[in-house]
């Protein structure tokens, strides 16, 4: 992915930077769509191995752009968000065996313990296993406390989201989170804003393309990974190949939602101003 020379300049170089959600057997119907079976997994980590992808972290990405440190020859980033349990019963396991280094993006009120407000979509990680994986080399990361669409939230509620979610993963942890991920992949320039001022330095989007250093360290883009996803698709994804054609039908649909989310955000806006 670094690219090859074009009109005497190298080109840009393109990561690609996976999103996986659930890894399970039998998921249930919430998370079924975003999930891939511990087969499938397996054989994708397989193919990244095969084909001389090197895995690192989403700090490690963002800290070699920022200084313009040389990457390894075909990097690939490997991500997961909200924190289901599947991650360490299933991908943990082949992570290791490849020595890939991971993110795991948590929601801090989704996962079993203390903190736990009941919004799980199925089964979540605990916090032992959240050690367990964050001493296997996978970097955990913030994906706000209780997973709402943060660009629809007023300024009070955002704060409490981002930095709610980074003082639960430090006082767990005993690090302060440097990743986080937009839940939903939905952002905006204020919502970017707030994220850095939590203290994240870097944060990544969906978007469906390879991430790029010019979009910037807080809307890096990432590729889907379904339940759908056969390893022939699979693999012209993290090559670059068709992703605009792979992933058509749910950018017109974003594109739609989109205008719906920001006509919305203006009548709260002007019903505020109101009061």
Known sequence: MSGSPESGAPREPRVPILMYHAVAKAPNNATRALSVTPEAFTEQM?????????????ASLARSWRHSAPLPE???????????????????????????????????????????????????????????????????????????????????ALRYELRHC????????????????????????????????????????????????????YALRRVTVRRGTGIEEFERLVEGRAITRVFARDRALTKGYSMVRRARQVRRKATRSRV
């Open 74 to 156: 075909r990097p690939v980033l490997i991500t997961f968000d909200d924190g289901y349990e599947g991650v360490h019963r299933h991908a943990l396991p082949v992570l290791s065996r490849h020595g890939f280094a991971a993110t795991l993006f948590v929601s801090t009120g989704w996962l079993r313990g203390e903190y736990d407000t009941g919004g799980g979509l199925d089964i979540m990680l605990d916090w032992d296993q959240v050690r367990a994986l964050a001493a296997a080399d996978v970097e955990i990361g913030g994906h706000s406390h209780t997973h709402p669409q943060l660009d629809q939230l007023a300024d009070d």
């Open 166 to 217: 980074r003082e639960i993963i430090a006082a767990e942890l005993g690090v302060l989170p440097a990743s986080f991920a937009y839940p939903y992949g939905y952002s905006s320039r204020r919502v970017r804003r707030a994220v850095r001022e939590a203290g994240f330095t870097q944060s990544l989007a969906v978007g469906n393309a390879l991430a790029r250093r010019r979009q910037g360290p």
């Open 46 to 58: 397989a193919l990244l191995r095969g084909s001389g992808f090197t895995a690192i972290n989403t």
